[in-house]
């Protein structure tokens, strides 16, 4: 079975800024991660990544915060969207 996207989605969030979520559904978990999710929400401004949540392969959950990688803990994919837009609000130019 292929991963299925579950959520694709653009946001322009200023002149100079936007924010990118894309969630899939995966056939298994990814190495690092106990949940059938893949994931990266992006939030970009002036063309440089500010924010980012994802689970890559190994790594499992975690966001990028100021050049930093800080743990995160996936509990539903609605809770996730409302982190990762709660980040969002205190970093919006």
């Given at each position: ?83 990762f837009w709660s980040d969002v609000d205190e970093?919006?130019?």
């Amino acid at each position: 079975m292929p991963a299925e996207l579950l959520l694709e989605e653009r946001h322009v969030v200023a002149e100079n800024a936007f924010a990118e979520l894309l969630i899939w559904r995966v056939p298994s978990p990814l190495p690092g991660s106990a949940h059938d999710l893949k994931y990266r929400l992006a939030f970009v401004v002036d063309g440089q990544c500010v924010l980012r949540y994802d689970n890559e392969s190994g790594k499992g959950d975690h966001k990028h915060l100021d050049d930093e990688e800080h743990p995160y803990r996936l509990t539903t994919p609605a809770q996730l969207i409302e982190d990762f837009w709660s980040d969002v609000d205190e970093l919006r130019p």
